[in-house]
Structure formats: structure tokens, C-alpha cells
């Protein structure tokens, strides 16, 4: 393979270089506050978060002459550098002549319902400036012999908009953007995370800054490695809540800072969404095992404690030719979704692996074997499959006996991605599970990014953007667009806030409130609480859920929290205090999560995307060749949930939830040149987006 392959793009795999940091500011000032001597740091703009998003909004801001700083718990380490696929796809316009236009893949984005029409339309409007610019600063976007994008069909995607640069497509984002960020001398302070916004409300409820930690910083004087970065405008980038499930594909140590803009007052928005696939555990190699690694169709067995393997999709698809042409579709059709566990659909696979696990069993991919007919029908045969699987398998010249020969010719890098990780598929079985992937929901955000606090953006996998579903790599483009819409919102409205600093006593209440969480004697340890939150949100708010069992679940959470609020959480020294207050904004998380998915359940909500709200009295049921699933009888989504979002606010220590209408756009309105050109030319474009 190395022959053909050329090796940068196979070492490329694991090792894909990073740019030096700039250094960090020294410090100039510091405040002296119950008992810490700590730094502060001032900038017109706090970047929070390293990841693809975060440095497109460092980037921009910049190149806008913004003064941005960047704190990040760790340069290179978040989830848009250590995560991917199979071809790890960005989502973007697709300008071959494929009848796409804005319009529809507006339209695309949003079909899955509960999401802001603007938005979708923004995103689709930037996406070709968030391609290009990209491709400007060196990203390898893979192209044909006359300069044409190459692109490819991925899940919730009917045109065809997706293009990749193989399994690590955002890590090499990260590498080209943080190089731009470099070239422009942005300030890093690495090993640095935000553990409490400054909410100014002498300046009308404003986020004037942020209290970090790091505790690599800790002296004699200021233990925990306490610091202040006083900012006009923070923009929260920090990714999704990985740490929230057990079952997860997300790297380790993956908090996100949703828990921590809850505690500050910001909404959030459709937390009930989130995305769940097929991937590998993150105890070993986590890694999202869509396109190629399933339409090779390899064999899918379980195997219990003693050893003995199970065929256990039989027992669901009624003929070899169903079987085997579902798992294919398992790699456009990746997310699991509630709907496609019925007729016989792809999901149906999904179903089938979490009840497996549910029974104690590992489940395995076999690239060595075809799957096993199902009792009665004939044997795999690649003349039997379903017309879509036999048209992409034949133009893709992959119509060969096994299953490793199709994805060696579909994709050798996925084989190889897995050597380099110490898992030789060529040889031996691959274990993996289905797992949460992505959070849809985040923070509630208008067409800037700018959150329900002034002064504070999100953007990214923090920001609710999306709605119940999305296109694959539709994240990626989100995360671009809205990266660079609020760098230019805050170049736009820039007031020298940080250089007035904040209210008196601001930065002393903050500290406090930190200090509150952290007992050394608290019989709650950081362990304990992780064990808790993951294992109830995996198991009573994971693909399959009941409204009883939500409602114990959120009863648990709020009892939780409570204990938190009186005892605190016990640690031993600064990093192990940082990890306290990380679970104490993960639990904080978890409770505001499941009182939304019990609001929407209460209000007759039904099931969709990767969530099944199952009632005895639900009108679904799955069907399976041994029979109706009636353990899995779920309740169908209304219609007029689609045309709504769930807001939550954390507000006097509970959690406040109301259904509003999505935002929609004026498709009559149509932009003219003379007409809108003088508010791009002062500004009031900046002011004309909510």
C-alpha cells in the first residue's frame, strides 16, 4: 500500500503536525481576592476553546484587527482534533451542476425540523466562503483533474454535498487554521479552562470576562492556578459535553462549557437532540465507523462470556439480501434514527446491537467474512443485494468476494488508520457499540452567534445551530461559518469594555462561588459523580427511553445537584479541583437535559432522531422476521413539533423550559443590490439579525 500511497498522507493518519504556539501575554496586573493573589489578562476578545471553530473565530477576528486572546484546557486535544471517520466529511454547497442552490440546501439542513430558517440559510450561503478560505490557507480538499470539488453522498444528504480529506479532515482544519492563527501571532494560553463567566450586571446583565484555571500556574500565592481574562466579547468554543455518557465516542476529558454557561443564565436551546451512531470505544481507539467500513458489509456477530458467537441480525432481517444491504446502508445513513427502525431500515441495526450489549454480549465487525444467511434463505452473494447497494458498490469497482477487498479498494486508508492504532482488521475482529457522537442542541444563538448574553457568542458544537438531524460534516461548516459571522459581529460592535473593567467585587463573588464547590471533606468525589451522571444519562436518556424513567432520572439529577450545592465535591489539589468543577457543571448539565426531554415528553412529544420515546400505548412498533418489537413500542413524532424549539434557562436554581416557534426567513424577500448596500457600507447589518 505504501507504494502507491505516498507516506506524508499515510503518516498523516497519526501524526499531523502542529505549529508552535505563540507565547502568552505576561502579566501586568493582578487582583488580590480571598486569599489568592491572581493574574488578569485583558483583551478586547476571549476566544474560549481550539478547536476548528474556535480558531476560525480567533482567525477572523484578527484579521479584523480585533485584539483576540485564546485559552484553551488543551491546544490540539479537543474533539475536532482527535476525532473522525472513514472520510471525515465536510458539508458544503455543491457547485457542479447538481440542481443545488442556497435554497435547497437550506432546505436540507433544516428538514429534520425544530431548526431557525435563517439559520439554515446562513450556513448554506457561507459554506463556499468557509470551503475556499479554507482551501486558501492549505486544507487538501480532494479535487478532479480540471479543479471540481470531488464530492460524494453522505447521511441526510439527497444531492451530494459532501467532500473530505480522508479520515482526519478537521484535525487537518485545526493544523491550517492554527498556522494562520500563528502566522498572525495570537496569543494561546494552553492547559487554561474557563470555569466561570463574569457577568457584569451593573452594565444591563453583560459578560465581561471569564475566571480560568490552570493548574500548571499554581504558586504559593494562588494554588488552585486561578486567572482572570477581562474581555468585551468571549466566544464559548469549547465542543460538546463528551463526558455527559458513558457510552461515548468523544476523547477523554471532552466537557464542553454548556454546564458552565447554564450556571451563568444563558439559554439553550433543543438539548433533547443529539446524534448516536455505530463507532469504536473510546477506551480503546474511539473512532465513528460510517461510510466504507460498513457498505464493505462485513460480517456483524456477538459473542457472550464463554466465547459463543451469535448472527444475531437474522434474528431481525428477513432475508440475507435485507441484512446485508441495511448494513451497507449503515454507512450513508449512519445516525441512528427512530424512524428507520421501522419497515425493516437501516436503524434496525442499531436496535439490534443495543440490545445485544443490553444482554450482556460484545458485538464484533468481521472484515474476513460476508455476513450469514439468515435460517432458511440463501447465502450472501453479491448478486443479491438491493439495486442502490449494487450501483454504488459497481461504480465504486468494488464488486469483490470479501468484504476486506471492498474496503481496501473503497478506502485503504481506513485499514491502515487502525494499524497505526495497533488494530490489525486485516486479521482479527473489530469490537465496537453504538455510542454518542454529537450534540445538535447548545447554546441558543441569533444569525451572529451571539447567545441570549450580551457580550457572549457561541459557536461550534456549543451553539444550538441545528436541528433534530443534520447532514454529516454540516457540523464542520456550521462551526466555520458562525466562527467567522461572530468574528465580524464583534469587529463590528467593539466598545473597549475589558479596558473599563467590571463592577466592583465582581471578580471576588466569582472566586467565591468557586471556592463554595470545592470541600476537601465533601463525602462526594469527582469519581462518584461521574459514575452517576454517565450511567443515568446512558441509560434512561440514551437512544431508548420511557417518560417513567425520565422523570426518576431528573428527580436523581436535581437530588444530585442539591447535594453538590450543600456539600460540595471533595478534591486533592488544583487539578483535581478543576475536575470538581468540571462534574459539577456536567451534572448541572445532565439535569437540564432531562428536564427538557420530560417537558417535551409531558407535551405529548413523540419520537425522533436519535431518541425513542417508548409508552405502551405508543402507535409504532418495529418489526423483526421473529416478530413485532413490543418492547420497543414508541410514540410518533407530532407534526408541530417540527415548527418548534425547547429553550431552557437555569434561573434560581431550577430549570425553566418553553416551546418557541422556529425563526423563519422571509422567502419573499430577496436581496437588491442599490436597496441593501448602504446597510453592509454602516454597519446596520450587524444590528439586523435576532
Not at 144 to 164: C, F
Not at 587 to 608: D, H, K, M, N, Q
Request: charged share 25%; with cysteine; proline share 5%.
Amino acid at each position: 500500500m505504501s507504494a502507491t500511497i505516498p507516506q506524508d498522507i499515510l503518516d498523516a493518519l497519526t501524526d499531523i503536525a502542529m505549529p508552535r504556539l505563540p507565547t502568552e501575554r505576561s502579566i501586568r496586573e493582578t487582583v488580590a481576592t480571598r486569599g489568592f493573589s491572581i493574574p488578569i489578562y485583558r483583551s478586547e476578545a476571549l476566544v474560549l476553546g481550539s478547536g476548528a471553530a474556535g480558531l476560525r473565530a480567533a482567525v477572523e477576528m484578527k484579521r479584523r484587527d480585533v485584539d483576540v486572546v485564546v485559552a484553551t484546557q488543551s491546544a490540539f486535544g479537543g474533539t475536532s482534533a482527535c476525532s473522525g471517520s472513514d472520510k471525515q466529511t465536510l458539508h458544503t454547497a455543491n457547485g457542479s451542476g447538481r440542481g443545488d442552490d442556497f435554497r435547497a440546501m437550506a432546505e436540507a439542513l433544516g428538514a429534520g425540523g425544530a431548526m431557525d430558517e435563517d439559520t439554515a440559510y446562513i450556513e448554506a450561503v457561507g459554506s463556499p466562503r468557509a470551503l475556499s478560505s479554507l482551501q486558501f490557507m492549505g486544507l487538501p480538499i480532494p479535487q478532479d483533474r480540471l479543479g471540481g470539488v470531488l464530492r460524494y453522498q453522505t447521511d441526510h444528504d439527497e444531492v451530494g454535498r459532501a467532500t473530505s480529506c480522508g479520515p482526519r479532515t478537521s484535525r487537518l482544519m485545526v493544523q491550517v487554521l492554527a498556522k494562520e492563527a500563528t502566522r498572525l501571532n495570537v496569543p494561546f494560553f494552553n492547559q487554561t479552562t474557563g470555569v466561570r463567566l463574569l457577568v457584569d450586571s451593573g452594565a444591563g446583565a453583560r459578560c465581561v470576562g471569564v475566571v480560568a484555571m490552570s493548574p500548571k500556574r499554581r504558586t504559593p500565592d494562588n494554588p488552585l492556578g486561578l486567572l482572570v481574562f477581562l474581555s468585551g466579547s468571549v466566544v464559548i468554543a469549547t465542543g460538546g459535553p463528551g463526558e455527559l455518557y458513558r457510552d461515548s465516542v468523544y476523547p477523554r476529558q471532552c466537557f464542553g462549557s454548556l454546564g458552565l454557561a447554564l450556571e451563568a443564565g444563558l439559554e439553550a436551546v433543543n438539548l433533547t437532540e443529539s446524534q448516536v451512531g455505530i463507532s469504536t470505544s473510546r477506551d480503546g481507539f474511539p473512532w465513528n465507523l460510517s461510510g466504507t467500513y460498513v457498505q464493505a458489509m462485513p460480517y456483524i456477530f456477538s459473542r457472550d462470556a464463554r466465547g459463543h458467537e451469535r448472527n444475531f441480525l437474522a434474528d431481525y432481517y428477513r432475508t440475507t439480501q435485507e441484512l446485508a444491504s441495511n448494513v451497507f446502508r449503515k454507512g450513508y445513513q449512519w445516525p441512528f434514527h427512530a424512524t428507520r427502525m421501522l419497515g425493516f431500515g437501516s436503524s434496525l441495526v442499531d436496535l439490534a446491537i443495543i440490545r445485544e450489549t443490553r444482554a450482556g454480549r460484545r458485538v464484533f465487525l468481521d472484515f474476513n467474512r460476508n455476513p450469514l444467511p439468515v435460517p432458511g434463505d440463501a447465502e450472501f452473494d453479491l448478486g443479491r443485494l438491493d439495486p442502490d447497494v449494487t450501483a454504488y458498490l459497481t461504480n465504486g469497482g468494488a464488486m469483490l468476494e470479501r468484504p476486506l477487498d471492498r474496503l481496501r479498494k473503497m478506502n485503504p486508508l481506513s485499514i491502515e488508520l487502525y494499524k497505526r492504532y495497533k488494530y490489525d482488521i486485516t486479521s482479527d475482529p473489530l469490537e465496537f457499540a453504538v455510542n454518542n457522537q454529537h450534540m445538535n442542541g447548545g447554546l441558543a444563538v441569533d444569525g451572529w452567534g451571539a447567545t441570549s448574553l450580551e457580550g457572549c457568542y457561541a459557536v461550534g458544537e456549543a451553539a444550538g445551530t441545528h436541528g433534530v438531524t443534520r447532514p454529516g460534516g454540516a457540523a464542520l461548516n456550521a462551526g466555520q461559518v458562525f466562527g467567522t459571522r461572530c468574528a465580524e459581529h464583534v469587529a463590528a460592535r467593539r466598545d473597549g469594555c475589558a479596558a473599563r473593567g467590571p463592577t466592583p467585587g465582581l471578580i471576588d463573588e466569582a472566586v467565591g462561588r468557586i471556592l463554595d464547590v470545592l470541600n476537601a471533606d465533601s463525602p462526594l468525589s469527582v469519581k462518584s459523580i461521574c459514575k452517576d451522571v454517565q450511567n443515568r444519562m446512558s441509560d434512561h436518556a440514551g437512544v431508548l427511553c420511557n417518560a417513567g424513567d425520565v422523570k426518576s432520572a431528573l428527580n436523581a439529577a436535581r437530588a444530585l445537584n442539591e447535594t453538590i450545592r450543600q456539600e460540595g465535591i471533595a478534591y486533592s489539589g488544583a487539578p483535581e479541583a478543576l475536575r470538581a468543577l468540571q462534574w459539577r457543571q456536567t451534572a448541572l448539565l445532565s439535569e437540564g437535559v432531562l428536564a427538557v426531554l420530560a417537558f417535551y415528553i409531558s407535551r405529548g412529544g413523540g419520537s425522533r432522531g436519535a431518541r425513542t420515546i417508548c409508552a405502551p400505548d405508543g402507535d409504532r412498533v418495529p418489526e423483526a422476521r421473529l416478530g413485532a418489537l413490543e418492547d420497543v413500542r414508541f410514540v410518533s413524532e407530532r407534526a408541530e413539533d417540527r415548527s418548534e424549539q425547547i429553550h431552557v434557562r437555569f434561573d434560581a436554581g431550577t430549570f425553566a423550559c418553553d416551546a418557541r416557534p422556529i425563526r423563519r426567513r422571509d422567502r419573499d424577500d430577496k436581496p437588491f443590490f442599490e436597496r441593501d448596500w448602504p446597510a453592509f457600507l454602516t454597519g446596520a447589518i450587524h444590528y439586523a439579525v435576532h
